[in-house]
């Protein structure tokens, strides 16, 4: 029963910075993980970023160093900031829930970065 808001996409500039919100609902106290994933046309789905029941972090090789993920006011909220936008990062970006075992998705949000 875990449900989603997403927001802080859409079409920005080359080198441009922007802020992904989400906000899971309906969690229980077990929440392993929250995060975002990524998928560009044609590609498979990565992950990007994630923090732990414990607070620490993990960030994918691929864009380790321009994005940042952080918690917000509570534990169900998390944030996705990327710098340096590239072209490349152009992709719809997934909230990710895994509670007690069970994987829970957003319905995602573009960005698209313009050269």
């Known amino acids: 029963q875990v449900h989603f808001v997403e927001s802080g996409g859409g079409s920005v500039q080359a080198g441009g910075f922007v802020r992904l919100f989400c906000v899971a609902s309906?969690?229980?106290?077990?929440?392993?993980?929250i995060g975002w994933y990524r998928q560009a046309p044609g590609m498979g789905r990565e992950l990007v970023a994630v923090?732990?029941?414990?607070?620490?972090?993990a960030v994918a090789d691929s864009v380790k160093g321009r994005f940042s993920i952080s918690r917000g006011n509570t534990q169900n909220t998390v944030s996705l900031e990327i710098y340096s936008l590239r072209p490349e990062d152009s992709a719809v970006y997934y909230c990710?829930?895994?509670?007690?075992?069970?994987?829970?998705w957003g319905q995602g949000t573009q960005v698209t970065v313009s050269s």
């Open positions: 923090i732990n029941k414990g607070g620490s972090t």
């Open positions: 990710h829930v895994r509670e007690q075992g069970v994987d829970y």
């Open positions: 309906g969690t229980t106290f077990d929440v392993e993980r």
